[in-house]
Nanobody
Framework: QVQPVESGGGLVQAGGSLRLSCAAS????????MGWYRQAPGKQRELVAT???????TYADSVKGRFTISRDNAKNTVDLQMNSLKPEDTAVYYC???????????????WGRGTQVTVSS
């Protein structure tokens, strides 16, 4: 099983906080960039935040200053701390990482099944 597994979604009032966690497979030979994406009803999936193995981060403009991505390379986990949540943050959030299962394999993208985040006004 190499699919990442997300947890931590739920229902929260506007202004509240949630923390999403994602565990990548321990069987991966190498994991590169990790990130979170989201998809709201009727919209395309969009990038929320990414983090490299060295810790460099990128954020969508809409979440800068409110969301923080972090990772633990030893545990193959990536978290997303979401503060000051807004109703427009409501979406299914997907964990993603790029990696390879063995030395000679090309890197591939792996996606979780998603976790629902709902922010009420």
């Amino acid at each position: 099983q190499v699919q990442p597994v997300e947890s931590g979604g739920g229902l929260v009032q506007a202004g509240g906080s949630l923390r999403l966690s994602c565990a990548a497979s321990a069987r991966m030979f190498r994991i590169g960039d990790m990130g979170w994406y989201r998809q709201a009803p009727g919209k395309q999936r969009e990038l929320v935040a990414t983090i490299t193995s060295a810790g460099s981060t990128t954020y969508a403009d809409s979440v800068k200053g409110r969301f923080t991505i972090s990772r633990d390379n030893a545990k193959n986990t990536v978290d997303l701390q979401m503060n000051s949540l807004k109703p427009e943050d409501t979406a299914v959030y997907y964990c993603n990482y790029r990696g390879k299962r063995w030395l000679g394999e090309n890197e591939a993208d792996y996606w979780g099944r998603g976790t629902q985040v709902t922010v009420s006004s």
